[in-house]
Structure formats: structure tokens, C-alpha cells
T-cell receptor
Framework: ETGVTQTPRHLVMGMTNKKSLKCEQH?????MYWYKQSAKKPLELMFV???????ENNSVPSRFSPECPNSSHLFLHLHTLQPEDSALYLC??????????????FGDGTRLSIL | QKEVEQDPGPLSVPEGAIVSLNCTYS??????FMWYRQYSRKGPELLMY????GNKEDGRFTAQVDKSSKYISLFIRDSQPSDSATYLC????????????FGSGTRLSIRP
């Protein structure tokens, strides 16, 4: 497999459930990102990891908990979510988080629906 | 006021037409400008990247930056049905992937 792979593609969960989103990149990149994309809103950066260390946390509620066990894998653990958290969650990777000229490669996202 | 404004569309044009997609912004410190294309049920992909003002051409695509007007454009020549997608503008002050501000996207449809 090549590129950035996200699983699952779709997820429906209740507000009291615990679930995890998974992202895997096969590009040898050093940085990984989580974004939230809501309808008719701009992409919102949630977390940035560089060489497995979290370097950015954009005031994301604690019900979202990221984990980066190695430079190829990124998880987003979900707990006690709210209906407004329903959105497309995108994972991306790039070679260097300090260089926007290095393109971010996005996965196809997990469509999350909170009942 | 949003930092980056982008008309959501949808924009529908016939095949072969020239398409113009635009964004305005409020932060005069932005120096790096990008356009992403996002097909339905797919993640965004970087289409064009420019630094500061001027034009950049890549095949049928031309990115234009006018910093004095705080306005950027993406032109698509000889548009094809395969160009139907949502186009996101993005920009940043620093060359840092974690500081990119995205527009909300314009949905484009090319009619055969």
C-alpha cells in the first residue's frame, strides 16, 4: 500500500461510546496531522506530531485524545463526543512540519456521525 | 471577519470554459499561498504552491497572487469534467505546515 490510509471510512457512535480512528502512512514522512472538516467550514487543524512528539494542539477538547506510537501510525481516541463533533476527520503526513512547501498528503478521511 | 474568505459555490460551467476561483484574505502578513483540490469522498491534494506575489503556471492551471488587493485566484483553462471537485485555497505567514489557514472551499462542476 502507498500513501495515507485511514480506517474506518465511516463510523457511527453514541455519545457515551469510546472508539478510535487509525491512520497509517507509507511515505516515510516525519510529521503527521489530524484535521477536522465540517460542512461548509474550513479545515481545522487539531494536532501535529513530529517524530512521534506532539508539537501542536489547537485547543482541542479533551474528549479527543491523539496517540502517535511511531512515525507511521497515528490514532485519535474518541470518548463522550457531542453531536457537533460529527464531521470528516482527515489525517495527513508530510516530510517536515516546518516547511509548507513540502506537500501534505491526506488520507480519504473517516466520516464520523454522533447519534 | 474570517481570515480567509472563499465563495462556497456551487459553480457550474460547460466543458472547455475558463474557470476562475478566488479567495480574499485579511492578514497582510500571509506570504505562502496554496490551492488544494478535493474530489468527493477523498482527501485534499496540493495543486499549486506560490510564494509572495505573481503568477505560477502548471499545465492548464494558473495561480495568481495579488498581495496589494489581498486576493488570490486559480484559473483552469480548457476545463474538463474531471476537474469537478471542491477547491480549497490556503495560506500561511510562515513556511510551516502547522500554520496553514484554509478557506472553506468552492464546489466546482464542469458540465460535459
Amino acid at each position: 500500500e502507498t500513501g495515507v490510509t485511514q480506517t474506518p471510512r465511516h463510523l457511527v457512535m453514541g455519545m457515551t461510546n469510546k472508539k478510535s480512528l487509525k491512520c497509517e502512512q507509507h511515505l516515510g514522512h516525519n510529521a503527521m496531522y489530524w484535521y477536522k472538516q465540517s460542512a461548509k467550514k474550513p479545515l481545522e487543524l487539531m494536532f501535529v506530531y513530529s517524530l512521534e512528539e506532539r508539537v501542536e494542539n489547537n485547543s482541542v477538547p479533551s474528549r479527543f485524545s491523539p496517540e502517535c506510537p511511531n512515525s507511521s501510525h497515528l490514532f485519535l481516541h474518541l470518548h463522550t463526543l457531542q453531536p457537533e463533533d460529527s464531521a470528516l476527520y482527515l489525517c495527513a503526513s508530510s516530510q517536515d512540519p516546518g516547511d509548507s512547501n513540502q506537500p501534505q498528503h491526506f488520507g480519504d478521511g473517516t466520516r464520523l456521525s454522533i447519534l | 471577519q474570517k481570515e480567509v474568505e472563499q465563495d462556497p459555490g456551487p459553480l457550474s460551467v460547460p466543458e472547455g470554459a475558463i474557470v476562475s476561483l478566488n479567495c480574499t484574505y485579511s492578514n497582510s502578513a500571509f506570504q505562502y499561498f496554496m490551492w488544494y483540490r478535493q474530489y468527493s469522498r477523498k482527501g485534499p491534494e496540493l495543486l499549486m504552491y506560490t510564494y509572495s506575489s505573481g503568477n505560477k503556471e502548471d499545465g492548464r492551471f494558473t495561480a495568481q497572487v495579488d498581495k496589494s488587493s489581498k486576493y488570490i485566484s486559480l484559473f483552469i483553462r480548457d476545463s474538463q469534467p474531471s476537474d469537478s471537485a471542491t477547491y480549497l485555497c490556503a495560506m500561511s505567514v510562515y513556511s510551516s505546515a502547522s500554520k496553514i489557514i484554509f478557506g472553506s472551499g468552492t464546489r466546482l462542476s464542469i458540465r460535459p
